[in-house]
Every structure is written in structure tokens, then in C-alpha cells.
């Protein structure tokens, strides 16, 4: 059985900083893409930043300079570094797993706000 569970986040003022984690279980970690999305009240789930399994990157516009994504492949572990938030990262993120098939956390809410 698949399992990603994601951890870390909660509430923070505008400019903090929140380091959120993804532990992935029941898949062979090393042979996907991970990534973080988020979806904000009322919006679609959109792309926040991805990791291959080579290590390459890929981050929305909006985070670039600001989020940084990183893997463990030892430990099946995707990390997600917020520095420097704003009231518009208000959202649940959802940590993904994309192969030949795709799979998703539940989510963690993170809410910027003073």
C-alpha cells in the first residue's frame, strides 16, 4: 500500500520561514518524480516545484528564489524549504509521486498570515 504523509506545516507571519516534509512508503522512492503542489481556497492545485529522481529541479515562478526541494532517497523523504512567505502561499500542500502512475498525500495546511 502506497503511503505519503506530509508533516510541518501550520501557521507563520508573513517573511517566516516553514520546512515541510513529505516520508513516502510502498513505492520504490528513487524510481519517481516528487513534488509538492498546493491548492488555495477556491483555486486549482497547482505545481509548487519537483525533484526527479536524478535530482533535477523545477519550481513554479511564483516560489523560485524563495522554495527550495530536496530528496532523500535513503530515507524516502522529499523536503520542501519555504523561506521568506507571503500571505499568497496560503494554502493545503499536497506532496505527489509521479511514475506510471500518480499518487498524493492528504495534505498539509500552511496559512501565512500576521
Known amino acids: 500500500q502506497v503511503q505519503l504523509v506530509e508533516s510541518g506545516g501550520g501557521l507563520v507571519q508573513p517573511g517566516g520561514s516553514l520546512r515541510l516534509s513529505c516520508a513516502a512508503s510502498?513505492?520504490?522512492?528513487?524510481?519517481?518524480?516528487m513534488g509538492w503542489y498546493r491548492q488555495a481556497p477556491g483555486n486549482q492545485r497547482e505545481l509548487v516545484a519537483t525533484?526527479?529522481?536524478?535530482?533535477?529541479?523545477n519550481y513554479a515562478d511564483s516560489v523560485r528564489g524563495r522554495f527550495t526541494i530536496s530528496r532523500d532517497n535513503a530515507k524516502s523523504t522529499v523536503h520542501l524549504q519555504m523561506n521568506s512567505l507571503k500571505p499568497d502561499d496560503t494554502a493545503v500542500y499536497y506532496c505527489?509521486?509521479?511514475?506510471?502512475?500518480?499518487?498524493w498525500g492528504k495534505g498539509t495546511l500552511v496559512t501565512v498570515s500576521s
Open positions: 505527489n509521486a509521479q511514475n506510471t502512475r500518480a499518487y
Open positions: 510502498g513505492i520504490i522512492f528513487g524510481a519517481y518524480r
Open positions: 525533484v526527479g529522481s536524478g535530482g533535477s529541479t
